[in-house]
């Protein structure tokens, strides 16, 4: 777990400071330089430069400042929307329970990443986002990947509460006439917490996945602003040429989602 925590807590940090690195090297990553294409590392560019002669460490950098922030963003929606639907579930019973979970079970049926790909090839002009943003496109990859990653999340916090609502001081508490909300909030979401934490943390290196997927594809965040799956994307045709360009930008997705991996795994040992 703490191998998780610092390879998550480097990336962060990395891309907080992508501003004071461009400042420092003095280069601007999102502006090419054709005098300067395929450069290898060098005190100025210390991971070299890409295809317009761009340095690759800022683009890296800002690429992570985009990947992280989308990833985290739809992890966090899509815990919360699960964690509602879950409990609401679980708390309400009866006929409540049965039409969220097999509303759950048939988005858990669909083919997620056709769909996704279709939804984000979708106009963003036709739900008023502009065209060919960054932030709009981060906002509106975010909100697909939470729309279908709430799912597990809800089976898992429903699963959970069932349990907790089964045990003996749950039963009396409410025997005691206690409210029910008091019930839900000192009894069963503390029991909440590690599920829902090792759920966040496997969603966001999920939806880090799906989003580079996307802007492989070139469905995503589109360029010129950097994310690792368009860095890819440019890449891919030069990875003889210029290996290193797809080297890095692949390196950071890898450990982004091993750190999510063994964060989880380890709150998961220590339950």
Known sequence: MRLGLALLAMLVLTALAAPLASAWLGHDPF????????????????????ELGRDMLLRLLHGARVSLAVGVAAALAATFIGTAIGLLAAWRGGA?????????DGLLALPALPLLVILAALDPGVVGLPRGEAASDMIRIAVLLAAFGWVGVARLVRATALSVLARDFVRAARAMGVPETRVLLRHVMPQLAAPTAIATALAVGGAVLAESVLSFLGLGIAPPSPSW?????NAQELVFQAPLAALWPGLAILLTVLGCNLVADGVARRR
Request: charged share 20%.
């Open 229 to 233: 799956g368009n860095m890819l994307a």
């Open 96 to 104: 409540i329970d049965a039409l969220l979970m097999r509303f759950a």
């Open 31 to 50: 502006l090419p330089d054709l005098f300067m294409r395929f450069e290898p590392p060098s005190a100025t560019h210390p991971l070299g430069t890409d």
